[in-house]
């Protein structure tokens, strides 16, 4: 009884819920019996490899692996390189799959993808040159969560973007790098 009460509070906690009402967020809260869900953030091998797998079905076209991978569920989140490009929901992976016939095709080449994971979350990252039918390469920054859902590893949210220079999208330059520091206010 007592797990329950956990849960539906931790689920009806507002996720930014401001702490200087002298409340502690529920994650931090060790609420939690143990054994619960903690664990140690370790790099994932499995993780990385799930990820190279995607690159493979989207190159392929194999979409049905496509749909696999990624959470049929209402919970997903997708956000693409375009302005309207904000999905929750299966329809945005569907609307990426209708864009990579619109392409003739895609290939993703991974630069060097990051993994980790702790219990049954976990996240990518990499910075893969993205190459569609036409052959114009752009190097494209991807994030990705995943959660281990009816026994498999699923993308439940899904990042890409292409970077662009703060001079161009802010007007101005900012510190890059931390060794850039003693230039900042203190």
Do not use: K
Not at 19 to 37: D, F, H, K, V
Not at 129 to 156: D, K, S, Y
């Amino acid at each position: 009884m007592a797990r329950i009460q956990i849960r539906i509070a931790a689920r009806n906690a507002h996720p930014t819920l401001s702490l200087q009402r002298g409340r502690t967020a529920w994650y931090g809260s060790g609420i939690y019996p143990s054994g619960y869900g903690h664990g140690d953030v370790v790099p994932s091998e499995e993780l990385r490899s799930f990820l190279l797998r995607m690159y493979d079905a989207w190159a392929t076209g194999d979409f049905e692996a496509l749909r696999e991978m990624f959470s049929p569920d209402a919970h997903i989140l997708l956000i693409g390189t375009d302005p309207g490009e904000w999905w929750t929901g299966r329809d945005g992976l569907e609307v990426f799959i209708l864009q990579t016939h619109e392409l003739g095709g895609v290939r993703f080449e991974a630069s060097q993808p990051t993994a980790y994971c702790v219990g049954n979350v976990g996240w990518v990252a990499d910075q893969p040159l993205f190459t569609p039918g036409n052959g114009v390469a752009v190097r494209m920054r991807l994030t990705a969560v995943l959660a281990i859902e009816r026994g498999h590893w699923r993308f439940v949210q899904w990042h890409v973007s292409i970077g662009q220079a703060n001079e161009a999208s802010l007007g101005r330059l900012l510190t890059e790098h931390r060794q850039d520091r003693a230039q900042c206010p203190r």
